[in-house]
């Protein structure tokens, strides 16, 4: 996943995006149920208070007081899911590529022969587009 802005991001999803990750870390601190909803009520009438904020110099500045703050409160040891990145269980599933299938035996093959024949007018149509766009390989090449 690329880290580099290619859009522009409207001032509400950055402020819905603080929220969240401001709800993250409140979740990180208190892991306790009660306290985490009383503390999550406090935070959400913090962003309500400035919800009618029309002057957007205004809502800039508090967006960037808010990023500060956030910054300065950040869990040493925030939650991660397990299959998002930085989770436990992150990219453990390995996915075999497509060519570990013409190693299947012919009997194996044989449970799921549409899925077979198409395959294989499939590779044949890859082929025939390559050698047009590439042209055929020598025997030089080699």
Same mark, same amino acid.
């Given at each position: 996943m690329s880290f580099l802005q290619v859009e522009v991001i409207s001032h509400t999803r950055k402020v819905c995006s603080l929220y969240k &990750? /401001?709800? &993250?870390n409140v979740e990180a601190w208190y892991d306790r149920r009660p306290m985490y909803r009383y503390r999550a009520v406090l935070l959400r009438a913090r962003f309500d208070e400035n919800r009618d904020v029309k002057d957007l110099r205004v809502a800039q500045q508090l967006l960037e007081e808010g990023e500060k703050e956030l910054f300065s409160l950040i869990h040493y040891q925030p939650k991660k899911f397990t299959l998002s990145p930085g989770g436990v269980a992150f990219d453990r599933e390995v996915l075999p590529p497509d060519w570990v299938l013409d190693y299947w035996h012919p009997m194996?093959? @044989? /449970? !799921?022969?549409? !899925?077979? @024949? &198409? =395959?294989?007018? =499939? *590779?044949?149509? !890859?082929?025939?587009?390559?050698? *047009?766009? !590439?042209?055929k390989p020598t025997e030089a090449a080699h």
């Open positions: &990750r /401001a709800l &993250r194996e093959k @044989a /449970a !799921y022969p549409e !899925y077979f @024949a &198409r =395959r294989e007018q =499939r *590779k044949k149509e !890859y082929v025939e587009w390559w050698e *047009k766009t !590439y042209g």
